[in-house]
């Protein structure tokens, strides 16, 4: 089982949308868990951290964590153009970080 | 400004030849880290170091080196590149060591080894 699992889409939403990207992860012990925006050819952009159980909201993004499920999402509300990204989760393996593969995001128009 | 800065940012070498691609930060970090990012595979780490003159293997360390004289610098070295270390590499440097530090990525090197 790989250690942190993204679809890697791409899932395409209209604009004004609601995007909704899921992650799961496997080691029950992580502690902290990352959303990255990643543009092609550019480096990671940290978006949201979130470590307790629930939602956590930024503005158009919502981070949610469910500990029990192992399972993090990130909404992006009010979806735009300059949204389309791919966004990778992490999910801290004692001081590193494991990533996702990542979700590719395209908004429409 | 606060940032990761990395050198160079684009680099083709060819097979054997000896090479160092360096990492700064001006914001006291003492954790920092390289990763590579292939197509199909994602990030994944190559070497973390928790403070100077500590360092340690992350996920494919093998043909890498690193070192950390300074807190604020962590080179990567490349005794004898080959065509399956091509890749893009990103260095990153978070405050701390907890699990809780978010970790912020320098721009990117482009490396392609012929």
């Known amino acids: 089982q790989k250690e942190v699992e993204q679809n890697s889409g791409p899932l395409s939403v209209p604009e004004g949308a609601i995007a909704s990207l899921n992650c799961t992860y496997s080691?029950?012990?992580?502690?902290?868990f990352f959303w990255y925006r990643q543009y092609s050819g550019k480096s990671p952009e940290l978006i949201m951290s979130i470590y307790s159980n629930g939602d956590k909201e930024d503005g158009r993004f919502t981070a949610q964590l469910n500990k029990a499920s192992q399972y993090v999402s990130l909404l992006i509300r009010d979806s735009q153009p300059s949204d389309s990204a791919t966004y990778l989760c992490a999910v801290n393996k004692g001081y590193a970080l494991n990533f996702g593969k990542g979700t590719s995001l395209l908004v429409t128009p | 400004e606060a940032q990761v800065t990395q050198n160079p940012r684009y680099l083709i070498t060819v097979t054997g030849k000896k090479l160092t691609v360096t990492c700064s930060q001006n914001?006291?970090?003492?954790?920092m880290s390289w990763y590579r990012q292939d197509p199909g595979l994602g990030l994944r780490q190559i070497y973390y170091?928790?403070?100077?003159?500590?360092?340690d293997k992350g996920d494919v360390p093998e043909g890498y080196k690193v070192s950390r004289k300074e807190k604020r610098n962590f080179p990567l070295i490349l005794e004898s590149p080959s065509p399956n270390q091509t890749s893009l590499y990103f260095c990153?440097?978070?405050?701390?060591?907890?699990?809780?530090?978010?970790?912020?990525f320098g721009p990117g090197t482009r490396l392609t080894v012929l």
């Open positions: 170091s928790m403070n100077v003159e500590v360092t």
């Open positions: 914001m006291n970090h003492e954790y």
């Open positions: 990153a440097s978070s405050l701390g060591t907890s699990p809780y530090n978010e970790q912020f």
């Open positions: 080691d029950r012990v992580s502690q902290s």
